[in-house]
T-cell receptor, first 113, second 115 residues
C-alpha cells in the first residue's frame, strides 16, 4: 500500500551543526516529493520539493536528496538554528491525479543552543 | 500568511452539536483539501475537491460532510461527532494541471475538541 515514513521520530542537534532528516517511501509511481515544516500552533509550510527526474535540489540552507533505487528521501539543513525547531514531514504524490499528497509521520527537530 | 484562511481557529463542541469549519483560499487555485492531524499520526487526507467537484473521499464517516460552493471556499460540516474526532483539521489548496498537483498550501488549522 501507499505509505511514507520517517526513520526517527525525534532528532536533537546542536545549534550550528548540520541536520539530516530521513524518509522512506513505498510507492514507485510517486514522481513528486515535498518537505514541509510545521511549527507549534501553525499549519505545515513548504520547505523544498523535488521531482523524480532529479536526485538533488538545493535551497537556502536546505538540500533534498532523492534516491529512487531505494525509495529514500532526505532533508539536509545546514548550520541549524533555533528557529529550525519544528516537526518536519515528507510527502509524496503517489499514483493519484487529484493533486493529493501522502504524508509521513514526521520528525521533531530539537535544536540545542 | 499562506493565502489560506481557516475559521474558527479553535472549536469546542458537544457530541450532539452541529458546527462548521470554514476555509477560504486567495491563491486562485483549483483544488482544495481537508486533512485531519491527530497526535502521533501522519496527516490523513479526508476529502479532495477539484474545480468544486469532490474527487476523493478517503472513507470518512458521514458525520463529516464537506461542501465546496466555489473554487475559493470549502466547508466541513460536523454533526454528532465523537471524542476521538478531536484533532487539528487542516485545509489546503493547490493548482492541479495535467492530472498532477504541486505544492499544497495549508491554512493554520482549526483545533477541534469534542466533549
Amino acid at each position: 500500500g501507499e505509505s511514507v515514513g520517517l526513520h526517527l521520530p525525534t532528532l536533537s542537534v546542536q545549534e550550528g551543526d548540520n541536520s539530516i532528516i530521513n524518509c522512506a517511501y513505498s510507492n514507485s509511481a510517486s514522481d513528486y516529493f515535498i518537505w514541509y515544516k510545521q511549527e507549534s500552533g501553525k499549519g505545515p509550510q513548504f520547505i523544498i520539493d523535488i521531482r523524480s527526474n532529479m536526485d538533488k535540489r538545493q535551497g537556502q540552507r536546505v538540500t533534498v536528496l532523492l534516491n529512487k533505487t531505494v525509495k529514500h528521501l532526505s532533508l539536509q539543513i545546514a548550520a541549524t538554528q533555533p528557529g529550525d525547531s519544528a516537526v518536519y514531514f515528507c510527502a509524496e504524490n503517489g499514483s493519484s491525479n487529484t493533486g493529493k499528497l501522502i504524508f509521513g509521520q514526521g520528525t521533531t527537530l530539537q535544536v540545542k543552543p | 500568511e499562506t493565502g489560506v484562511t481557516q475559521t474558527p481557529r479553535h472549536l469546542v463542541m458537544g457530541m450532539t452539536n452541529k458546527k462548521s469549519l470554514k476555509c477560504e483560499q486567495h491563491l486562485g487555485h483549483n483544488a482544495m483539501y481537508w486533512y485531519k492531524q491527530s497526535a502521533k499520526k501522519p496527516l490523513e487526507l479526508m476529502f479532495v475537491y477539484n474545480f468544486k467537484e469532490q474527487t476523493e473521499n478517503n472513507s470518512v464517516p458521514s458525520r463529516f460532510s464537506p461542501e465546496c460552493p466555489n473554487s475559493s471556499h470549502l466547508f466541513l460540516h460536523l454533526h454528532t461527532l465523537q471524542p476521538e474526532d478531536s484533532a487539528l483539521y487542516l485545509c489546503a489548496s493547490s493548482q492541479v494541471s495535467g492530472g498532477n498537483g504541486g505544492e499544497l498550501f495549508f491554512g493554520e488549522g482549526s483545533r477541534l475538541t469534542v466533549l
